[in-house]
Structures are given as C-alpha cells and as structure tokens.
Nanobody, 127 residues
C-alpha cells in the first residue's frame, strides 16, 4: 500500500526556516518523481518543487528559487524540503506527491502524472 506522510510543518517567523519531510512507503523513490505542492487559503494548489528519485535532478517554482531546497534520502525513502527565508506568502498546507511517466516540469506545473498524495502539513509564517 502506497503511503506518503508529511511532517515538519508549524509556525515560523518571517525570515525563519522549517524543514518538511515526506516519508514514502509501498514504493521506492528510484522509480518516481516526488513533488511538494502547496495550497493557501482561497488559492489554487501550486507546485513548489519536484525531484527525480533516481538521479536527484530538481525543479523549483520561481517563487521559491534560492530559498527552498529539495533533497532525498533513498535509503530512508524520504524526501525533504528545506525552507529558508520564509515569507508570509509561503503560508499554506504543503502536500507531498508521487508520480511516474512524467517530467519534473510537467508534474510540478500541471500535476501531470501524480498518482499519490499525502494528507498535508500546515506551514504558517507570521510574526
């Protein structure tokens, strides 16, 4: 049974940092693209960053480039999102997703190929 479990959300001050984790089970990262998506209240879901499990190649949305870093630990079957320089507009529920038969850009920009979603973790950036 495929499962994605997010953790690490919480409250951070503007300029602060958080690290999200996505623990995967039921499949191996090598065969999938793993992505982080977010949805703020009243807004559409958007792709934040995606990583190809096999070779670690990455994609970032322009809004987080230079501030967020996605990484994976295939031995732990876990993907991380290090978020630095947090802004109030980063406040959202962050979801982890896994997909195949797609590209990093298509999956992150259009959800193309996503087969599994986690339940999300709330990130709030406020002073």
């Amino acid at each position: 049974q495929v499962q994605l479990v997010e953790s690490g959300g919480g409250l951070a001050q503007p300029g602060g940092s958080l690290r999200l984790s996505c623990a995967a089970s039921g499949f191996t990262l090598d065969d999938y693209i793993i992505g982080w998506f977010r949805q703020a209240p009243g807004k559409e879901r958007e792709g934040v960053s995606c990583i190809f499990g096999k070779d670690g190649s990455t994609y970032y949305a322009d809004s987080v480039k230079g501030r967020f870093t996605i990484s994976r630990d295939n031995a732990k079957n876990t993907v991380y999102l290090q978020m630095n320089g947090l802004k109030p507009e980063d406040t959202a529920v962050y979801y982890c997703a896994a997909g195949r038969f797609s590209t990093l850009r298509l999956m992150c920009r259009l959800d193309y190929g996503v087969g599994y979603w986690g339940r999300g973790t709330l990130v709030t950036v406020s002073s």
